[in-house]
């Protein structure tokens, strides 16, 4: 069984770069320390630290052991704040993955039903679909929201629910967006400056066939994985981009931004990715509407 506290005093000597800080920090004899250290190495079988002038260096052992401390005493140091909560009445967690190509904007339309919640501790990761994916397989995740379905062959055994299909508006400052613009919309676009989501999102390929389809050739100048930075960067006059509009309703916020466009036969489709076991969370269901 490993010990935590000859852990937790190698943890610190690392942090800290050698024992005298480290004796410094814990309020210890410096031996003391050493000595717990060398006790977790014997444990272990490996040497951690090594000597390096007047510090101590990470071994390649040291090195995985402490990053695997960095992420137990991280936990351990949220515990207290937990407790505090679970005392403080009942809450219901919800796990959200946003996959890399889901226009961020339009999540919170998304999961809008379920935020008013009593008690709702609302946890989002951003990331690839595969991987979001997989950690939906270990119940690590109740539900992912993607531009697409997971893949047929897939060996995780998700199944998913099309939330929604949502018409794409494009705008722009100001400054580009003249009434001009507007009127030989969406021919101007040939004239415009063009942000784009990557090629992580669904929505860039359906994009690029329907400027074709128009004859358009594309003046891409920026490229953004987040919808919500790709509309900051227009906004100071960088380029006019596509949005969903379920997310374009946020865009009020940004003031400087105008509408465009609405783009006729260009649209995003946004599917709830959820296990066989998340399917029973009573705020899945309600998102997935089943």
């Keep these: 069984m490993l010990n935590y506290r000859h852990l937790y005093y190698f943890w610190v000597v690392a942090n800290e770069g050698g024992f005298a800080r480290a004796a410094e920090r814990l309020d210890m004899a410096i031996q003391t ?11 272990i079988g490996h040497q951690l630290l090594k000597p390096s002038g007047r510090t101590v260096v990470l071994t390649d052992a040291g090195r995985a052991v402490f990053l695997r ?37 339009a999540a919170h339309r998304l999961l809008q039903p379920v935020l008013a919640t009593s008690g709702l501790k609302l946890i989002c990761h951003d990331g690839e679909l ?19 379905p ?27 967006v003249s009434d001009q613009k507007i009127a030989e919309f969406p021919q101007s676009l040939k004239d415009l400056p063009i942000l784009a ?3 992580h999102a669904a929505l860039r390929e359906r994009m690029d066939r329907w400027l074709e389809n128009l004859g358009i050739q594309a003046q891409i100048v920026g490229e953004f994985e987040d919808s919500a930075l790709l509309s900051i960067f227009s906004a100071q006059g960088m380029g006019v981009f596509p949005v969903t509009e379920l997310g374009s309703a946020d865009l009020v916020n940004i003031q400087s931004l105008q509408l465009l466009g609405c783009s006729d036969g260009l649209n995003e ?8 076991r998340s399917k029973n969370h009573p705020l899945v269901r309600k998102i997935l509407n089943i």
């Excluded at 949502?166 to 705008?171: K, L, T």
């Excluded at 489709?269 to 066989?276: A, C, L, N, R």
């Design 197 to 199: 989501p990557t090629s």
């Design 150 to 176: 997971p893949p047929h062959n897939s060996s995780f055994r998700l199944s998913s629910e099309r939330l929604v299909a949502s018409r794409v508006d494009w705008y722009g400052p100001a400054a580009l």
């Design 33 to 43: 320390i050493s000595a717990q250290v060398r006790l977790l190495e014997s444990s």
């Design 130 to 148: 595969e991987q979001l994916m997989a950690e939906l397989a270990l119940h690590k995740l109740d539900l992912v929201l993607a531009c697409q």
């Design 69 to 105: 401390a960095d992420e137990i005493f991280l936990l351990g140091s949220r515990i207290p704040e937990e407790a505090a909560a679970a005392a403080t009445g009942p809450s219901v967690r919800l796990s959200v993955g946003l996959s890399d190509g889901i226009a961020k904007l």
């Design 269 to 276: 489709e946004i599917y709830g990715i959820y296990s066989s």
